[in-house]
């Protein structure tokens, strides 16, 4: 019963360096999401997907790019790392865009030095 | 546009007392509404739904159309209920809206 599946939980990078966190679900979800939480900012949606083979721009995607593999697995990549994009980052997803909520991974926690 | 707003960013109450979670939103349709929660350094996890009508963990929300408020409320706070806890609208066809969260600290 795992869910939303995130790798890595953790991650420092040093400023230019590029990534890719890894997503996956086991819920046959149609949609899939990236959001990343800061310290009085909430949830920011980064990239979305609303189907396969489909993404779409949230509303801070710059400095990032995604990739919907499969049906199951959403990645999103950091071409040049900068200090700006520390962060806990969370993936989801739901069926049927989000009518009945979303379920969440447990975050990769992002440190860019 | 679609705006969730929470305006507390930090609740604090004595174990027992009662707890209220302010969420007002913005969309001019008939809203879908959820309240999660997140335990420290945790996943966030869906706490109600509006439409389901439940009540989790003594937690419930009502939905008033005319005040466009979905206020989380709870009569007597236990200390585990401290987490950060989010608001969210789904207008349709698009991604969920987020509040920024409150931070509800349960004092015993």
């Known amino acids: 019963n795992a869910g939303v599946t995130q790798t890595p939980k953790f991650q420092v990078l040093k400023t230019g360096q590029s990534m890719t966190l890894q997503c996956a679900q086991d819920?046959?979800?149609?949609?899939m999401y990236w959001y990343r939480q800061d310290p009085g900012m909430g949830l920011r949606l980064i990239y979305y997907?609303?189907?396969?083979?489909?993404?779409d721009k949230g509303e801070v995607p710059n400095g990032y790019n995604v990739s919907r593999l499969n049906k199951r697995e959403f990645s999103l990549r950091l071409e040049s790392a900068a200090p700006s994009q520390t962060s806990v980052y969370f993936c989801?997803?739901?069926?049927?865009?989000?009518?009945?909520?979303?379920?969440f991974g447990s975050g990769t926690r992002l440190t860019v030095v | 546009a679609q705006r969730v707003t929470q305006p507390e960013k930090l609740l604090s109450v004595f174990k027992g007392a009662p707890v209220e979670l302010k969420c007002n939103y913005s969309?001019?349709?008939?809203?879908?509404l959820f309240w999660y929660v997140q335990y420290s350094r945790q996943r966030l996890q869906l706490l109600l739904r509006?439409?389901s009508r439940e009540s989790i963990k003594g937690f419930t929300a009502d939905l008033n159309k005319g005040e466009t408020s979905f206020h989380l409320k709870k009569p007597f706070a236990q200390e585990e209920d401290s987490a950060m806890y989010y608001c969210?609208?789904?207008?349709?066809?698009?991604?969920?809206?987020f509040g920024k969260g409150t931070r509800l600290s349960v004092i015993a």
């Open positions: 989801a997803s739901s069926d049927r865009w989000a009518a009945y909520g979303y379920t």
């Open positions: 997907s609303a189907s396969e083979g489909t993404t």
């Open positions: 969309y001019s349709g008939s809203p879908e």
């Open positions: 819920m046959n979800h149609n949609s």
């Open positions: 969210a609208l789904f207008p349709g066809n698009t991604p969920l809206v």
């Open positions: 509006h439409i």
